[in-house]
């Protein structure tokens, strides 16, 4: 009896991976490279508005300070429906306040310091989850990416009967296409689980709000809320009335007493200043991959419990593991640069996979310098059109148009590098002008 | 040294790949050094998992990621020049010479694996809530189980298409998968 698939499945096999990622192309390789980059969020946060007040820790008695002023300052205008305090942490040591309408900067003593100022890394956040569409549209594409990746990976490991045996056989100096393949399947191989976790994470975030419309159409009539409540917690019923300040700093002094071992890193406060208005406190836990749990206070700052993310239904834990597991924030700097390497290598498994068809067309007689040189403008021109937009951000400031410039410089380039296909090879400048522009966005940066 | 469990785990994840190494690097395979590089990695997952459960087994995975990268990395250096030829096996992407462009057959493929397959893969996700709350799961466990199921049947049912050479068996996959669909969405049952 053998183990090894036949050939003509491998046959099969290799071309519908082909047909899978040839038809993902360049949305993949996009989606792989800012999610590599993406990893560092917060550091590109400090990156942007270097002169944001920064401390360890806050006092809750400052928080409370500052909510009241971020409220007051908004008095007159429709209320905002939520309001977010994010809490100094180790990644990202700032206190910010963002409602439905401004986002803020609060110093250690609660002043309101300076608007917060972080536009190209949203925008950056933005074109890994939504490709800057509209949200639903976005997102979903994003999470049918995730599952072209899954297929791949799936019928990559099919169509490769030696896949074990050659685990270690990279030929870097093999000419005419071997030493691409090698690459491409060896990194392929060895960072397997790290693609079909980012990929699988991916795609359920990107899926759950249409896979979530499904089910709720069928086991709720069409409440989506519903359906989710029994995961993430419901929302309490509202209740527009007029009410007092709520209690911020007394829910935050509970957490320091009751709750030492956890983190604190958000403090949300629902309908803020009515009398359905309430509190909750997302705290990290120490060598968990779930994002947080949620404590729940009512407007006095009484405690009122939690929603199990850390220790109830395993369904819950596992859903509130999926955004750590797939953006890599779960273990401080060494986890992020781990990530940071294996996203490198998805994003070239990528961007080599659609270079190896076209070699083996080329070996067989079909040269192609327009379709080649359109994928060369797709892996050079995304990457300095994205360097690009964060150079405008250090030369124009928040307000510079991130999506515009990456979409038309990116097309820009592509498309000229298909009229110049046939009189020069620029493959070369383009890595010159990419190695060009990080080396301007460093310079300048720091 | 804080966790030792893990310190552990780490260095049976990296030793597992250098089993591994040491054993495909042999002109002729060796069962017992395979099974060593097996079992410590997968040894290496249980003690990651017994330090810290699912964070533990992820850190000790990034580290034998991280280590078949150093391997792979001694490989590519001490790569030597060769002359074997690079494969130009077609995958029937497009169409070459005098060949028809079967667009009609190409976007039907297309229509098949991603706007079918979705559809056919969120019913799905239905039944599996449903039949997971029938068989006494929470809500909360039920709900989630479906919605990271979504995708992982999804990928399975696109692969399941497209490595079939013939339509007729592409339809009936998918019609083989829309079946429980069908039958809970017209009858309302598993509610």
């Known amino acids: 009896m053998t183990q090894a698939p036949s050939l003509s499945l491998v046959k099969r096999a290799l071309s519908a991976h082909a047909a899978i990622g040839l038809l993902g192309g360049a949305l993949l390789y996009l989606v792989c490279l800012t999610g590599t ?3 560092f969020y917060e550091e590109f946060h400090r990156i942007e508005q270097q002169d944001a007040p920064e401390m360890a820790e806050v006092d809750p008695g400052a928080v409370q300070r500052a909510v009241e002023a971020v409220l007051a300052s908004e008095a007159g205008q429709t209320p905002t429906t939520h309001l977010y305090v994010h809490i100094p942490v180790a990644d990202l040591p700032r206190t910010t306040i963002t409602t439905d309408t401004q986002a803020v900067h609060v110093d250690r003593d609660g002043t309101i310091a300076a608007p917060e100022e972080n536009g190209w890394s949203e925008f950056l956040l933005a074109l890994h989850y939504t490709l800057n569409l509209p949200v639903l549209i976005g997102i979903t594409i994003v999470g049918i990416l995730g599952v072209m990746i899954l297929a791949l990976a799936l019928s990559g490991v099919v169509a490769h009967p030696r896949i074990f045996r050659d685990a270690f056989r990279l030929r870097t100096r093999s000419k005419g296409g071997v030493a691409l393949a090698d690459w491409h399947n060896r990194l392929s191989v060895w960072t397997l689980p790290f693609s079909v976790a980012v990929a699988l994470t991916g795609s359920i975030i990107g899926l759950a709000t249409v896979t979530g419309y499904g089910m709720a159409a069928h086991y709720y009539d069409g409440d989506i809320e519903a359906l989710y409540a029994p995961i993430f917690g419901g929302e309490a019923e509202a209740d527009p009335a007029p009410a007092g300040i709520p209690n911020v700093a007394a829910a935050l002094r509970h957490m320091q007493t009751a709750y030492a071992a956890v983190e604190p890193t958000y403090v949300i406060v629902h309908d803020p200043g009515t009398a359905g208005q309430h509190i909750q406190i997302v705290a990290e836990h120490s060598r968990r991959l779930i994002f947080g749990e949620y404590y729940a206070f009512d407007a006095e700052g009484n405690f009122e419990g939690t929603a199990g993310m850390a220790d109830g239904a395993i369904g819950q834990q596992a859903a509130a593991s999926t955004y750590n597991l797939h953006f890599g924030n779960y273990g401080g700097l060494p986890v992020k640069i781990a990530y940071f390497l294996f996203g490198l290598a998805l994003t070239a498994i990528c961007a080599t996979g659609t270079y190896i068809w076209l070699g083996k ?13 359109a994928w060369d403008g797709v892996v050079w021109g995304v990457p300095i059109a994205l360097t690009a937009t964060f150079l405008a951000r250090l030369a124009m400031g928040n307000g510079a148009p991130f999506t515009a410039t990456f979409w038309l410089l990116g097309f820009a380039i592509v498309i000229a590098n298909i009229l110049l296909a046939n009189r020069y090879r620029t493959r070369r400048p383009l890595q010159a002008a990419f190695l060009l522009a990080v080396i301007a966005s460093v310079a300048i940066a720091l | 040294m804080g966790y030792p469990l893990l310190w552990i785990a780490a260095a049976m994840a990296a030793g597992g790949v250098a089993l591994l190494r040491l054993s495909w690097g042999r002109p002729k395979r060796s069962p017992t050094l395979n099974a060593a590089g097996w079992a410590a990695l997968a040894l290496a997952m249980i003690f990651g998992w017994s330090d810290s459960g699912a ?11 991280a280590a078949a990268g150093l391997a792979l990395g001694l490989a590519g250096a001490q790569a030597r020049p060769g002359k074997a030829p690079a494969s130009n096996a077609r995958v029937r992407m497009l169409p070459e010479g005098s060949e028809p462009r079967r667009l009609l057959g190409r976007s039907l493929t297309f229509l098949l694996v991603i706007v079918a397959g979705l559809f056919i893969s969120i019913g799905l996700a239905v039944v599996v809530r449903g039949l997971a709350h029938a068989a006494g799961w929470g809500e909360a466990n039920a709900n989630a189980f479906a919605l990271l199921m979504m995708p992982f049947l999804w990928a399975v049912l696109a692969y399941a298409i497209l490595i079939q050479p013939r339509r ?7 019609l083989g998968s829309a079946a429980p669909v069908l039958l809970v969405l017209a009858t309302g049952a598993l509610r």
């Open chain 1, 37 to 39: 980059i993406v990893v």
């Open chain 1, 361 to 373: 067309r080329r070996r067989r007689g079909l040269n192609e310098p327009r379709l080649l040189a």
């Open chain 2, 55 to 65: 964070w533990g087994s992820s850190v000790t995975a990034l580290v034998a990621m």
């Open chain 2, 168 to 174: 007729k068996v592409q339809w009936a996959i998918l």
